[in-house]
């Protein structure tokens, strides 16, 4: 079995449950695809009133609200989550395209722990879920990844090698990240722009390639193996034999 290890034991605990209300049906699923990339339990709802009636049947560990929604509007969604005993402290992210100043404290003052302006960056969105279901529930998300000499922390954003520090850009940094996370998995190209770039980054596939690079190439030294693995074709994944005796 592979060394990769956090510092909860993930496989014993249930995974975070997201409810996504965003009746804008393109963005809703690339959340989903994403969240549940992260290894997230993942249900979408298009109408507010729809969104009421699984909240009050059983809440989830966070809701990502969109502001303007068919039946219901997500502030008045908030307001009434806000206002209930069971779902009082539970973490709400506000989806909206408006951005003045006083629109957002509007969205917050009716309760939502974090707003975000579409359009927005995919990767930063996941940081945001992440933090968030941190403060909420610290035993349920993983501050720190590892697999054999290579340590990640996420909260000071340090990675180690056989005790050494390895400093990383922010791009290698979630990109060794995202492949850590799902030690084995392939990841295409395109997955890989979409989770570390974000979907509207106007940047070419071979961007990968360059990035991957770097990451090697500060990740290693001498004879040390090299922890990614290239899949001809296809893409690349964190080498799920890597720290094995």
């Known amino acids: 079995m592979s060394d990769i290890r956090t510092t909860t034991n993930r496989d014993a605990l249930s995974a975070?449950?997201?409810?996504?209300?965003?009746?804008?049906?393109?963005?809703?699923?690339?959340?989903?695809?994403?969240?549940?990339?992260?290894?997230?339990?993942?249900?979408?709802?298009?109408?507010?009133d729809e969104a009421e009636l699984r909240l009050l049947e059983s809440p989830p560990d966070l809701v990502i609200l969109d502001w303007m929604l068919p039946g219901v509007s997500g502030i008045e969604i908030c307001r009434r989550l806000r206002a209930r005993d069971a779902t009082r402290a539970l973490p709400v992210i506000m989806l909206t395209a408006r951005g003045e100043e006083g629109e957002r404290v509007r969205g917050l003052s009716v309760g939502?722990?974090?707003?975000?302006?579409?359009?927005?960056?995919?990767?930063?969105?996941?940081?945001?879920?992440?933090?968030?279901?941190?403060?909420?529930?610290?035993?349920?998300?993983?501050?720190?990844?590892?697999?054999?000499?290579?340590?990640?922390?996420?909260?000071t954003h340090r990675v180690r090698r056989a005790g050494r520090d390895i400093h990383l850009g922010p791009t290698e940094f979630r990109l060794?990240?995202?492949?850590?996370?799902?030690?084995?998995?392939?990841?295409?190209?395109?997955?890989?722009?979409?989770?570390?770039?974000?979907?509207?980054?106007?940047?070419?596939?071979?961007?990968?390639?360059?990035?991957?690079?770097?990451?090697?190439?500060?990740?290693?030294?001498?004879?040390?193996?090299?922890p990614i693995r290239t899949v001809r074709g296809a893409g690349y994944s964190f080498d799920e034999t890597f720290g094995r005796n």
Request: no cysteine.
């Open 16 to 48: 975070p449950r997201i409810l996504i209300v965003e009746d804008e049906a393109a963005l809703s699923l690339l959340l989903a695809y994403n969240l549940e990339a992260e290894g997230f339990l993942v249900e979408r709802v298009e109408r507010g």
């Open 176 to 226: 060794l990240d995202y492949l850590l996370e799902k030690p084995g998995r392939v990841f295409t190209r395109a997955q890989l722009l979409d989770a570390v770039w974000g979907m509207s980054a106007e940047i070419d596939e071979r961007t990968v390639d360059v990035h991957v690079g770097r990451l090697r190439k500060v990740l290693s030294r001498g004879r040390e193996r090299d």
């Open 112 to 155: 939502a722990d974090d707003y975000v302006v579409k359009p927005f960056s995919v990767p930063e969105l996941m940081a945001r879920v992440r933090a968030l279901l941190r403060r909420a529930s610290p035993e349920r998300i993983a501050g720190r990844l590892a697999s054999g000499d290579i340590e990640l922390d996420r909260e």
